[in-house]
């Protein structure tokens, strides 16, 4: 059940749906991963990068690779902030493209 909550907090800062509460789900999210740092990165985010649409898989292994394991709250914050940008990026990118084309 944690990964569930784990989820809609990465959705939340991914669709900026709650803009305003970002810092404190950021440490919300690290707080629920820190309970088990290997499970989160190595179940959760694989399983959230691989549900993720608009995305083709050269950009998902990119950003579980850039995700860096770090167990310290700076740290893990600013790869949150990264991955965070680094996927609406991809996804601007992607849906500006015509149909057809090659996706970045």
Known sequence: MLLQFV??????LVYR??????EEITITLYN?????FDSF???????FLGGCEG??????SE???NFTPDKDLPSF???IHRFVGDL????LCNSSLPSGTVKF
């Open 41 to 47: 990165y190595s179940a959760f985010l694989p399983r």
């Open 7 to 12: 989820n809609v907090f990465l959705q939340a």
């Open 88 to 91: 609406r990026y991809y996804r």
């Open 32 to 36: 629920m991963a820190a309970v088990d």
């Open 17 to 22: 749906s709650h803009d305003l509460l970002q």
């Open 55 to 60: 995305l083709t898989e050269s950009q998902k």
């Open 77 to 79: 914050t600013q790869s």
């Open 63 to 65: 950003l579980g690779k």
